[in-house]
């Protein structure tokens, strides 16, 4: 039975566009056991129980409304790696991938590397501009063929990280990246410096 993936997002004031993201995830993601938290970033009571109820009979989807004054992307996401101890993917609520076996890819090559031995890995979106931003409605790289490379940071639009990441390096640095803001080139330097690698992979994309 393969691994079971939990797939987190945060949503602020911005139900339709989660709504429209979340629906084409579970119509185009071929993969036989994943979770999806959807967590609801503002103080928004109304916006929290609309998501709730959508979703209400669907058994993968856990709808959580972060309690937290504190309302950052990172926070919200923290909040959504609190409620699993899965392997998780991080990722915007705007994207949409084109091959419907994007998670499979990816669960498969993070099995290749640890039987292999090799430095345990994030893999995700490179960054293509020198920093963290990625224009929107663009075509971005993602996984087909394995490269492991240092050199760069990875894209919080969508990044894979293994559990074992999570505990040796923590949660997202909320505090310090409270109004948002290379707090994803600031976990990729964290990585490294624990002595993990950034993996990115080509051949298929995400539309961001």
Known sequence: MPNEVTLIMTSYHGNEMTIDCVDYLLKNTEYPSYKLIIVENSKDDNLFNELKKYYESNEMVLILQNPSDNTSYAAGLNYGIKHTENDVVLM???IKFKDEFWLR???ELNLY???REMPLCMMGVKNTSGDSY???ATYLTLPSYLKIDNSFMISF???FI???IINMVGLLDE???EKGGFDDDDYCLRVKLNGFGLC???GEYIHY
């Open 105 to 107: 890819r990816i669960v």
């Open 92 to 94: 915007n609520n705007d």
């Open 134 to 136: 990625v224009p929107r």
């Open 200 to 202: 990115y992979l080509s």
């Open 113 to 115: 590397i640890s039987v």
């Open 157 to 159: 639009a969508m990044v």
């Open 162 to 164: 293994p559990r074992r």
């Open 175 to 177: 505090e310090n990246f």
